[in-house]
């Protein structure tokens, strides 16, 4: 049998080759067992996202756990990861599970496990689960209805219940009277059914079932969304951006002349409208490939700031635990007090169209109040597939700081939380790190200026393929 091995955000792996119907009912066994061993709820929710077989594998899921004992609240239509999540909270059950694989690439699809708090599992449950994986194929012989009809199996609206929470939550009226009109671009995932319920006239893009998503990886980095930007540029200043990725926890967005308002510049909005405007504590939590702005900010608003390995269970944990105002992470994945503790791009850019209708100010006006405190800057990152050896002689190259200058770049200070981070001065840095999700080594770089941000990149680039 395949050995399954969890990454930063649960399993992934290809459809057809590793992920199989024989292994999902692997991995639900090994959740069931943990759930009937140490959760007070014997019961679980269970969502899935557009990708391919989303639906046959979700209900190979349930028969597992039904077989195990276990009740199941199940999606009957796909849903993202924070709808999930927020079901965990609502029906009080042990786990939940999503079946995505969130922004990779179509071919892949992915198990993720979600805790009764309503986000991501604690790395201790995850490798708890883990560990209970057989070894041996798992077979249950009785059919979905027969459960249906004992009851064990429930099928809920994880959408409508959301979208509810949304209207509870966001002064929509505002938004919706407002001089904001956006663009959204669910850029074929599971979010595509929300903003059309609850936003006045929105232009759509991509928000239509395609598993394949015309080729493009559903994550929302400027690369992939260029059609939205054009869109926006067309209309010269007159739309704002949103994009979400494939199970829609993840954010991205485009300000009102098309240029890319990246994951660095929401958290650090997020941190500015929540704690300035709205009068909100508790301390920022980042992983460590979040910009060094962050920093800088909360240092001007004393507010304290923590950060962890990438991977957003750990931020999770934190804010389970601890007051937590904004948790984020680089790949757009940021969570805010007041909801549940997930990632959640709809929310994420609700808060911040809130924003803009309540002061009347444009995307470009409220990224200018930022910078007005900490400076104007640029990222980027590169991702490189490589040859396993390369990529491991990379990292041994790292470990054993055999790097002493990439080019005209001599760092003054590394820290390596989890992966390498190279400060090149106060305002520039650069990182190495490979993908806990693909099969790939990960450079991202913050200078002043997008060319310094490029020639960084570029001499790293070729440092490290000498």
Same mark, same amino acid.
């Given at each position: ?15 057809a080759?590793?992920y ?5 009912a692997?991995?639900?066994k090994a ?6 061993k140490?959760a007070?709820?014997?019961?679980v929710?269970i969502?899935?996202?557009c990708?391919?077989g989303? *639906? =046959?594998?979700s209900e190979?899921?349930?028969?597992v756990f ?5 009740? !199941? +609240?199940?999606? @009957?239509? +796909?849903? #993202?990861?924070p709808m999930?999540? *927020?079901?965990?909270?609502?029906? @009080?059950?042990?786990?939940g ?5 969130s922004?990779?690439p179509?071919?892949y699809?992915?198990?993720k =496990?979600?805790?009764n708090?309503?986000?991501p599992s604690?790395?201790? !449950? ?5 560990d ?5 194929? !798992?077979?249950v ?7 249906l009809? @004992?009851?064990l199996?429930e099928?809920?609206n ?9 209207k ?5 009226k ?6 904001i009109?956006l ?5 074929y995932?599971a979010?595509?059914?929300v903003? /059309?319920?609850?936003?006045?006239a929105?232009?759509? =893009? ?5 598993p ?9 980095l400027? /690369?992939?969304?260029q059609?939205?930007? /054009? ?6 200043? &007159?739309?704002?951006g949103?994009a ?8 991205g967005?485009y ?11 929401i ?7 929540l704690?300035?405007? &709205? ?11 979040? #910009?060094? @702005? !962050? ?6 608003y ?19 635990h601890?007051?937590?105002?904004v948790?984020?992470e680089?790949s757009?994945g940021?969570a805010?007090k ?5 990632r959640d ?6 808060v911040? *169209? ?9 995307m &470009? ?6 910078y ?13 597939h ?12 790292c470990?054993?700081k055999?790097?002493?200058?990439f080019?005209?770049y ?14 090149? #001065? ?8 490979? #993908? ?5 080594? /990960? ?21 490290? *393929?000498?």
């Amino acid at each position: 049998m395949d050995k399954i091995k969890f990454g930063t955000d649960g399993w992934r792996a290809i459809i057809a080759q590793e992920y199989t119907v024989t292994n999902v009912a692997r991995i639900s066994k090994a959740t069931a067992d943990w759930i009937n061993k140490n959760a007070a709820s014997k019961s679980v929710v269970i969502g899935y996202d557009c990708r391919f077989g989303g *639906l =046959l594998f979700s209900e190979t899921a349930a028969k597992v756990f039904c077989a195990n004992g276990i009740k !199941v +609240f199940l999606s @009957k239509n +796909f849903s #993202s990861t924070p709808m999930v999540s *927020l079901g965990c909270v609502q029906y @009080k059950v042990g786990l939940g599970v999503v079946i995505t694989a969130s922004h990779n690439p179509p071919s892949y699809n992915g198990f993720k =496990l979600k805790g009764n708090h309503g986000g991501p599992s604690s790395p201790d !449950v995850i490798q708890q689960v883990e560990d209970l994986i057989p070894d041996t194929t !798992v077979e249950v012989k009785e059919s979905l209805e027969s459960y249906l009809e @004992k009851g064990l199996i429930e099928y809920v609206n994880l959408e409508g219940n959301y979208i509810e929470e949304v209207k509870k939550n966001f002064d929509l009226k505002a938004i919706n009277e407002s001089e904001i009109h956006l663009a959204y671009d669910a850029m074929y995932g599971a979010g595509q059914n929300v903003i /059309r319920q609850i936003l006045t006239a929105p232009l759509l =893009l991509h928000c239509d079932y395609n598993p394949s998503f015309k080729g493009t990886p559903p994550e929302p980095l400027d /690369r992939n969304l260029q059609e939205l930007a /054009r869109t926006i540029k067309s209309a010269k200043g &007159k739309l704002t951006g949103l994009a979400t990725d494939g199970d829609a926890d993840r954010i991205g967005m485009y300000d009102e002349d098309g240029n890319f308002v990246d994951a660095h510049h929401i958290i650090l909005l997020l941190i500015h409208y929540l704690s300035q405007y &709205k009068k909100m504590t508790g301390k920022v939590v980042i992983a460590f490939s979040v #910009s060094e @702005k !962050v920093r800088k900010l909360c240092a001007k608003y004393n507010i304290p700031v923590e950060v962890t390995k990438i991977g957003f269970k750990y931020i999770s944990e934190k804010m389970v635990h601890e007051d937590v105002l904004v948790g984020g992470e680089e790949s757009g994945g940021i969570a805010v007090k007041g909801h549940i503790p997930e990632r959640d791009g709809i929310w994420d850019g609700l808060v911040l *169209l809130e924003f803009m209708a309540k002061t009347g100010k444009t995307m &470009k006006q409220i990224i200018q109040e930022v910078y007005d405190v900490v400076g104007a800057f640029y990222f980027d990152r590169l991702d490189l597939h490589l040859e396993e050896s390369l990529k491991q002689q990379i990292i041994k190259n790292c470990l054993e700081k055999k790097y002493t200058a990439f080019g005209k770049y001599k760092p003054v200070r590394t820290e390596d939380i989890d992966g390498f981070k190279y400060h090149l #001065s106060d305002n520039e840095w650069f990182m190495i790190r490979p #993908s806990g999700t693909e099969p790939l080594l /990960r450079v991202y770089a913050e200078a002043p200026t997008q060319h310094g941000v490029n020639e960084i990149l570029e001499t790293v680039k070729g440092v490290l *393929l000498g």
